[in-house]
């Protein structure tokens, strides 16, 4: 679970960004804007961002407030799981990322396949959504949402891309170094277990 402060923050941010998106009255709209600056003062007060980048980044949306979705797609090629390198950390990842505007869910994690891994892939099936905040990885600013879809590669070669600088198949007991960001040790071992049972339900949460 993250601390408590962050879950303050995304709240109080969350309802100012609403209430400013239908707010009419200039008093209503006055009191939105002190609560934003509130949630800002909570984050700098915690984190080593500047109070300028933390409004810029996690205060600057205007409409309704809503989580974020992050897609990762999940190939296996025998016993390995497909995994990317991130040039950010240098450590490992499912290749995805942030779900794109025109792009349905199946379409994203195909896209990321290719542009990180290199591979042409088509999606299968969704085996999970999670929500960010309860597995374990460090604290993030947004509330995110994370869809794991099950794809299976029909063409390509293994090529690194703008984001990745080297692509491997991993098996279960020989995992490398995990950006934890972007995806837990007990995730991946999770997506094994759809490898090992096919029909296992879709998790939730």
Partial sequence: MEEKWLTWAKEIQAIAQTGLEYAKDVYDIERYEMLRELSVDIMANYTFESRETIRMSFAGDKGYSTPKVDIRGVVFREDRILMVREKIDGKWSLPGGW???????????????REESGFTARAVRLLGVLDKKFHGHPPDPYHIYKLFILCEIVGGEAAGGLETSEVGFFKEEELPDLSVGRNTEKQIRTMFEFLRHPDKAIILD
């Fill in 99 to 113: 779900a794109d505007i025109g792009y349905s869910p199946s379409e994203v994690a195909v896209k990321e396949i």
